[in-house]
């Protein structure tokens, strides 16, 4: 079965770290960027960061709110992509998505969109 | 302040027509980047439901199809069932933030 599945989420104090994973299933891991996406309790989807495959150098850009903070790595070999997250925050709060993303281009716009999604991890950021 | 801006709710009756408007900017869909649609039913994960403003992935019922002018886009649904009510976000790229940005979501209500 094609599938992704989150771990590693839990209740962590504001500023300690933890380790997200995502493993994946049924399809060629490597050949794809990941993505991670989270979604705060009752709020909408947040893109945070993504990973190209190592056909695209393996190199991560994320989002403004979690850039110095965040780093995302992968071991193509397990098929598991990792969300580091360090001096957490309360807003870091949130349902955390991994997706995996299917690139495509149309007349010069590189276009992205997450065709297969996680069913999530929570991740609780508090005292 | 989402950057893509959707109306909060919409609702509708089992068999009607309804709409979700996407408004962006010129820095994103009035750029020229493409729309997608997904669909988060209550309680799990989000679903892709249109791709590159019109593309359903295989098993996307054709009571679902999106459009996209100028800077926004809109996702239709005719034929309103139940099982329909979800939250719903459009996403896009955008080129000043250099992020792949979400809609706010709107919650579709089935009456």
């Known amino acids: 079965e094609v599938q992704l599945v989150e771990s590693g989420g839990g209740l962590v104090q504001p500023g300690r770290s933890l380790r997200l994973s995502c493993t994946a299933a049924g399809f060629t891991f490597g050949d794809y960027a990941l993505s991670w996406v989270r979604q705060a309790p009752g709020k909408g989807l947040e893109w945070i960061g993504f990973?190209?495959?190592?056909?695209?150098?393996?190199?991560?850009e994320f989002a403004a709110s979690v850039k110095g903070r965040f780093t995302i790595s992968r071991d193509d070999s397990k098929n598991i992509a990792y969300l580091q997250m360090n001096s957490l925050k309360t807003e870091d709060t949130a349902v955390y998505y991994c997706?995996?993303?299917?690139?495509?281009?149309?007349?010069?716009?590189?276009?992205?969109?997450?065709?297969?999604w996680g069913r999530g991890t929570l991740v609780t950021v508090s005292s | 302040q989402s950057v893509l801006t959707q109306p909060p709710s919409v609702s509708g009756t089992p068999g009607q027509r309804v709409t979700i408007s996407c408004t962006g900017s010129?820095?994103?869909?009035?750029?020229?980047?493409?729309v997608h649609w997904y669909q988060q039913l209550p309680g799990t994960a989000p679903k892709l439901l249109i791709y590159?403003?019109?593309n359903r992935p295989s098993g996307v019922p054709d009571r679902f199809s999106g459009s996209k002018s100028g800077t926004s886009a809109s996702l239709a649904i005719t034929g309103l069932q139940a099982e329909d009510e979800a939250d719903y976000y459009c996403?896009?790229?955008?080129?000043?933030?250099?992020?792949?940005?979400f809609g706010g979501g709107t919650k579709l209500t089935v009456l």
């Open positions: 997706s995996r993303d299917v690139y495509y281009d149309t007349t010069g716009y590189s276009n992205w969109y997450f065709d297969l």
């Open positions: 990973i190209r495959s190592k056909t695209y150098g393996g190199t991560t």
């Open positions: 590159g403003n019109h």
């Open positions: 996403q896009s790229y955008d080129i000043s933030l250099r992020d792949w940005v």
């Open positions: 010129s820095s994103n869909i009035g750029a020229g980047y493409d």
